[in-house]
């Protein structure tokens, strides 16, 4: 049987290039000489932005989506936190980087692909989902289907068996 897998998969090489890429523009830039702004990732791939007030935290994460789309990385994989208060009258925001579809998300997925009556099986596989049928025309219109469907994640088909 035909099958494809459908993920939401980022590449955290190019999250790591387009931080440190971040970085040395806050250097160079006049606005934020003098301010004491930082960009760091945590072990979890969240993104911490840390600055002396909220519109140089905009200002950073300008900066960072800037380079995240010049690197391929799709911006719908961000999960923007609110900018909060810290310590020393500075702002910081957080920033996730989602990795494969939830619960969820798999679920939303299996129902798009449900309302498209194309005969195809979906299944959810731990992050990802298994897309099954007889013919792999219909695999190629489910995908289709799948572009055409404005997700809120980025979505990459992978895997196409025959």
Known sequence: MPSFDVVSKVDMQEVQNALQQTRKEILQRYDFKGSKTEIEQD???AI???SDDDFKVKAVVEVLRAKFAKRGIDLKSLDYGK???AAGGT???TIKVL???DT???REVVKLIKETKIKVQAQVQDDQVRVTGKQ???LQQVISALRAADYK???QFVNMRD
């Open 91 to 93: 702002a910081r925001q």
């Open 83 to 85: 900018i909060e208060p």
């Open 153 to 155: 994640r980025p979505l």
């Open 99 to 101: 990795q494969g579809l």
């Open 104 to 106: 969820d998300a798999a």
């Open 136 to 138: 792999r025309d219909d």
């Open 48 to 50: 911490q932005v840390h």
């Open 43 to 45: 072990k979890d791939g």
